[in-house]
């Protein structure tokens, strides 16, 4: 089931990619496999996904010795700093970098490491109060900062959208995210690309993709609803 959900999923978002013009493989299909047992996360491996994302350090490390190494970890939620040093050499990719102070501990355990950890700056777009990130003007005044510390690669930019019945709602909050990408890069800074744009989730991944982006982190659409006890 999850099997044939997953491929549903795939399926979806390559023919979005398509029908905005791109390649179908523009735009990589995470699965977010918080919560889930490993066995499905194997399902779902077989299926072909290469690419997990989990919310949660230790969640993270308990899935990650019993899922083969050619999996890409992907961090997407809220990091604590005292957390970092045991997933800064584990993942691929840490979506969810949301202050300069969070940056600033990457670095220094990356470098510890001796490893270069690829990040996103995750940007409040709808500016809710409950949620972590960036707002516009402060990602503005922090991104040179950010990206002159070693150990770290600024690759884009991540937002979690705000949670709506009807996805065409968010179209303006992904369109937004585009337009930043473009301005931060326009700004030409040292170690900054912005050639990822991780947004979209199960309710909006199919609006997500046609506004551009390159990542789109999926889970219940995938595994069915989380049961948090
Ligand atoms: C849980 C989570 C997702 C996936 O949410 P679904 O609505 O189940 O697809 C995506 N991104 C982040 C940051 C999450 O925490």
Same mark, same amino acid.
């Given at each position: 089931?999850?099997?044939?959900?997953?491929?549903? +999923?795939?399926?979806?978002?390559?023919?979005?990619?398509?029908?905005?013009? !791109?390649?179908?493989?523009?735009?990589?299909? @995470?699965?977010?496999?918080?919560?889930? =047992?490993?066995?499905?996360?194997?399902?779902?491996?077989?299926? $072909?996904? !290469?690419?997990?994302?989990?919310?949660?350090?230790? *969640?993270?490390?308990? %899935?990650?010795?019993? #899922? &083969? /190494?050619?999996?890409?970890?992907?961090? #997407?939620?809220?990091?604590?700093?005292?957390?970092?040093?045991?997933?800064?050499?584990?993942?691929?990719?840490?979506?969810?970098?949301? /202050?300069? %102070?969070?940056?600033?501990?990457?670095?220094?355990?990356?470098?510890?490491?001796?490893?270069?950890? =690829?990040?996103?700056?995750?940007?409040?777009?709808?500016?809710?109060?409950? %949620?972590?990130?960036?707002?516009?003007?402060?990602?503005? *005044? /922090?991104?040179? *900062?950010?990206?002159?510390? &070693?150990?770290?690669? +600024? %690759?884009?930019?991540?937002?979690?959208? &705000?949670?709506?019945?009807?996805?065409?709602?968010? !179209? #303006?909050?992904?369109?937004?995210?585009?337009?930043?990408?473009?301005? @931060?890069? !326009?700004?030409?800074?040292?170690?900054? /690309?912005?050639?990822?744009?991780?947004? $979209?989730?199960? $309710?909006?991944?199919?609006?997500?993709?046609? *506004?551009?982006?390159?990542?789109?982190?999926?889970?219940? $659409? @995938?595994?069915?609803?989380? #049961?948090?006890?």
């Amino acid at each position: 089931m999850v099997r044939e959900q997953y491929f549903e +999923v795939k399926q979806a978002v390559v023919h979005a990619c398509e029908e905005s013009g !791109r390649k179908g493989d523009a735009c990589t299909l @995470i699965a977010v496999s918080k919560t889930k =047992p490993v066995e499905m996360l194997k399902e779902v491996y077989d299926a $072909g996904c !290469r690419d997990f994302g989990e919310n949660k350090v230790q *969640e993270l490390l308990d %899935k990650y010795d019993k #899922i &083969p /190494s050619d999996v890409r970890w992907h961090m #997407i939620g809220h990091l604590q700093t005292n957390k970092v040093k045991y997933i800064v050499d584990k993942v691929s990719l840490i979506h969810s970098v949301d /202050s300069v %102070k969070l940056a600033h501990e990457i670095s220094r355990q990356a470098v510890k490491k001796n490893v270069v950890v =690829p990040i996103l700056l995750e940007v409040n777009i709808a500016e809710e109060a409950s %949620k972590y990130g960036f707002k516009v003007h402060e990602i503005m *005044e /922090s991104v040179a *900062e950010i990206a002159s510390l &070693p150990g770290i690669l +600024v %690759k884009g930019l991540m937002a979690i959208a &705000p949670f709506v019945e009807n996805s065409e709602e968010n !179209r #303006i909050y992904f369109q937004q995210m585009r337009q930043l990408s473009v301005d @931060i890069l !326009r700004k030409n800074i040292d170690n900054v /690309s912005m050639d990822i744009l991780s947004m $979209g989730m199960t $309710g909006d991944y199919l609006v997500a993709v046609s *506004e551009g982006a390159t990542h789109v982190r999926v889970g219940s $659409g @995938i595994f069915g609803n989380r #049961i948090y006890k």
